[in-house]
């Protein structure tokens, strides 16, 4: 299920965005952002192929898990790194997730408050519902439905880890794929069906802001397909 490091024309051709400031690329399923401990394939050796002229390869402006797809945002350099921690800190950029989810809910649309916590210390980045933990909320609607399925827009309004992944299965819809907190296999298909869709970034104070989207990933479209997407 691990995706192999990407050549530099992979990863160029993943580019969804360019500008001085940042770059937004669209992340694979399967890649971890960052080298692990013991090594292994990651987006970040492939940085060095988006200088795009400037002396250093871009960083990591936040992350996305290893098994979600999509948007992803890189500062070009250290000041418009710092520019974008600070969007992201204080909740100024707009992060639509596309998520097919196994049941799903009853309503249309909704919010969910619940506040998450660590699992345990072996367990690491694992969260679990926790009303001593850090507040999180994510809005959601659904955008079609299928036998067993429901295809969903999430909002996390908050930024915890795993936050749209613990929220979706507490309400008794998890993520199709997710082995962690879902029905998900140990191994093999499906993959997380979790994608950052789109991201809305007002990174220029006297301009619009920064709109862009990532095409759905491959191993999700049967599932939108069915949920009623018509592959745009």
Known sequence: MDVPELSAEEIL??????DGLMLVIDKPA????????????????CFDAL??????????????DKDT???????RHRKATASLGLLFKHGRIAKTYWAVVEGGPGEDEGVIELSLGRQNAER?????PDPEGQPAVTKWKV????????????EPITGRTHQLRVHAAAQGW??????????????????????????????????????VTAPAPEHMRERLRACGWKGE
């Open 13 to 18: 051709a993943r580019v969804l965005h360019r």
């Open 143 to 154: 955008l079609g439905r299928a036998d067993g399925l429901a295809w969903l827009a999430m």
């Open 30 to 45: 399967g890649l971890p952002v960052h080298r692990g401990p013991k090594g292994g394939a990651n987006l970040e050796a």
């Open 51 to 64: 200088r795009f002229g400037l002396p250093r390869p871009p960083v990591l402006a936040h992350r996305l």
């Open 174 to 211: 998890p993520i199709v794929g997710d082995n962690v907190y879902g029905n998900g296999p140990r191994f093999g298909e499906p993959r997380l069906h979790l994608h950052s869709r789109e991201l809305v970034v007002p990174i220029s104070k006297n301009k619009d802001p920064v709109r």
């Open 69 to 75: 797809s999509g948007c992803l945002i890189l500062g």
């Open 124 to 128: 690491g980045w694992w969260q679990k």
